[in-house]
């Protein structure tokens, strides 16, 4: 077998990752791993925790931002050896996506989309990316308005910097597609049902090398 294939989940705040990212790895199990980014168990993820969770730890927005990618960027030694060693299959909750469009969202004069990708490029790129839309709200999810960024008119600005990104990262060849998945109303099963629609011709698909993408 040839390499594994990244798969990665998007989507706004709550709007199900974590349990679909989980369904996905469990279906492709024992052949996968499943990772999210932030990733708070590192000494740069710890300072990630603070920002997110202790709405009094200030720093620059520029900071923070270098830190999520540079978080993504001390996995990456991980993710390759998952991927083309082991030749297992990574499910992932956020990634580069995220980092831009929460960041953009934030509209600080001077971080246009082109500052906020540059320390991204170079970061191994998933071979698809699906993004759970849902359309109601979903602020009154247990928990939510916890962390920074749980706020609903923040969320909508996110939503619309998600689409810019993903605009802004098509490839012309469609080599590393984003699936957009409706969820609005639909039962946790319905949605694993969707996911795997997309996601299965991908993982059952072979690699013609071991080459990984990059963004
Ligand atoms: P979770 O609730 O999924 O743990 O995310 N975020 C995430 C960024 O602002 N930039 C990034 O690069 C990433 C990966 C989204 C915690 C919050 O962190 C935001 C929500």
Redesign the pocket.
Known sequence: MTRGKFILIEGL?RAGKTTQVNRLYERLSPNSESM???ERSTQIGGLINEY?TNKSFQMPDQTIHLL??SNRWERQEYIEKTLVTDKKHIVM???VY??IA??LAKEVDGMDFDWCFGCDKGLIRPDMTVFLVNSKSNDNREGFGK?R?EQKCFQEKVHEKFDITFQKLATKDNTSPVQIIDVTDKSITEVEELIWKVVEPVVGAKSASNQLLRF
Request: net charge negative; charged share 30%.
């Open positions: 705040d999210k980014f932030p997110l999520f990618s909750d956020r990634y995220s980092g929460y960041s962390e960024y």
